[in-house]
């Protein structure tokens, strides 16, 4: 596409959004809008598109980064008057693209076929139609008797009523740029007082220029966005072309029409998504895992074979083989290693836990270092929150957590110890050694045999 440019519109103001957010940033599966536009454009062969913004301008560019050549677009004064914005750019080129940045379902497949088509028939001016039910105040193609365009009404300056069956202006077009840019220059302003891009398809049919509509065989891709109806509408086809691709790709899927995938997610085969299961954000999921009922993962990592049960994962690690619900909260930075149980009505936040351990239920590890190979009784917490800072938990490998264990940070458990039921251990306890009582007293773990002391630590020890 060297003899190319691509210019995507993104100045508008989007009121029918009634957002403080520039419509074109508006998400779709967890994508800004203008993204999947980008990303078709891009795939289409057009490597460095022109990008003509508008209000929130800066943050446009915040969200697309580097990559783009950005323009301004000072003055609302429609789709003709924003291209103009874009010509110092664009002039050198012998052709160039145009297209709207609130057009999401947009494909890669059909750019490329409209820019063969308008450099193979050498026309001026070719765009693309598509025929549907409801025109949801697009401009609407008028054709004549023998089916050449004549010109695009937008539904600001139609009489009649809005809406009903209609060939659409999409809002993608080809021209060639020597023909383009004196005429756009020309654009008289219409009665809404701004510059219609589609006045130059009436302009070109006036003065036997050679104008194309080509109709897409996909009238989804037609769906732009100016409304939050519009934005609900693009994102059910969004998801659905989400939901089939990873169907066909080797996940099951119980109930697809329950489940939810943002666009940027990856599932590895064989894993069995249940219904009412939100994947979200850039989570990653591998191979042979059981997700759901009821489970949300946000930016989570998730490794082989796991199992998620009604459970919230937001920023969270899992290596393989980790089970987690139900009905159990981890929070961001929790790093979960191979192998361990996490069960019912549970929370991690910020917390290592290491390989095997298991975490029954009803308890809380906050800002906590868990070794390899240790219980965590029901209702043990670390008290990570003195109402200032956070402090850190320690314990170490194959230590024994009892029921309703306080942990006061910071504090470290050692290795091989254990704490009994209802203690509150406020100082640290050192390797094989047993903390009973609140606060705790520290005493050898392993006492004589049939001692009273060993009798009261087998006793005090939490499930």
């Known amino acids: 596409m060297d003899d190319w440019a691509a210019v995507i519109l993104a100045a508008g103001k989007g009121e029918r959004m009634r957002s403080s957010r520039p419509k074109v940033l508006h998400p779709l599966a967890g994508r800004p809008m203008i993204r999947y536009v980008v990303d078709a454009v891009r795939a289409a062969g057009f490597e460095r598109p022109i ?13 697309l980064g580097d990559g783009f050549l950005y323009v301004e677009q000072r003055r609302r004064l429609g789709t003709g008057h924003a291209l103009r914005q874009a010509e110092p750019l664009a002039d050198a080129a012998t052709h160039v ?38 025109s949801r105040g697009l401009g609407r193609l008028e054709r004549d008797g ?22 659409i202006n999409v809002g993608v077009y080809c021209f060639r740029g020597s023909w383009l840019w004196p005429r756009l220059r020309r654009l008289p302003r219409s009665r809404s007082g701004e510059y219609y891009l589609t006045d130059l398809i009436a302009s070109a049919i006036r003065n036997g220029d050679g104008v194309e509509a080509i109709a897409t065989s996909e009238p989804d891709e037609a769906i732009g966005v100016n409304d939050r109806l519009q934005l609900a509408q693009a994102e059910a086809v969004v998801r659905e072309r989400i939901r089939r691709r990873h169907l066909l790709a080797g996940v099951t899927m119980i ?15 064989d894993t069995v998504l249940w219904p009412n299961t939100y994947l979200t954000g850039a989570t990653r999921v591998g191979a042979g895992c059981a997700l759901g009922p009821d489970t949300f993962l946000a930016d989570s ?34 790093y979960i290693e191979r192998g361990t149980h996490i069960g019912n009505f549970a929370e991690v936040k910020n917390a290592r836990l290491g390989r095997r351990t298991k975490m029954g239920h009803f308890s809380y590890v906050g800002d906590a270092r868990v070794g390899r190979d240790v219980n965590i009784g029901a209702g043990a917490i670390t008290c990570n929150f003195d109402g200032t800072r956070k402090h850190r938990t320690i314990i170490g490998d194959g230590s024994f957590i009892g029921s309703d264990t306080m942990l006061v940070a910071p504090v470290e458990v050692g290795e091989r110890s254990a704490t009994g039921a209802g203690s509150v251990v406020n100082h640290d306890v050192p390797p094989d050694s047993l903390a009973v009582g609140a606060p705790a007293r520290i005493r050898p773990l392993r006492a004589p045999r049939g001692s009273p002391s060993a009798r009261r630590g087998r006793r005090s020890k939490g499930a």
Do not use: K, M, W
């Open 51 to 63: 990008i003509v913004v508008g209000r929130g301008g800066a943050e446009v560019r915040e969200v």
């Open 97 to 134: 693209l145009v297209l709207n940045g609130d057009i999401p379902l947009i494909s890669a497949e059909t750019i490329s076929s409209l820019a063969a088509r308008h450099g193979a028939n050498g026309a001026d001016l070719t765009f693309l139609t598509a025929r549907v039910e409801d």
């Open 146 to 167: 023998v089916g050449r365009p004549q010109a695009v009404r937008e539904e600001a300056d139609r009489e009649g009523p809005d809406g009903g069956p209609a060939e």
């Open 255 to 269: 109930n697809p029409s329950t489940v939810y995938i943002d666009a940027d997610v990856l599932i590895g085969e």
């Open 301 to 334: 990592r998730v490794g082989a074979r796991c199992r998620v049960v009604s459970s919230v994962l937001e920023g969270a690690v899992l290596e393989d083989d980790v089970e987690v619900g139900p009905f159990s909260h981890l929070r961001p930075r929790s």
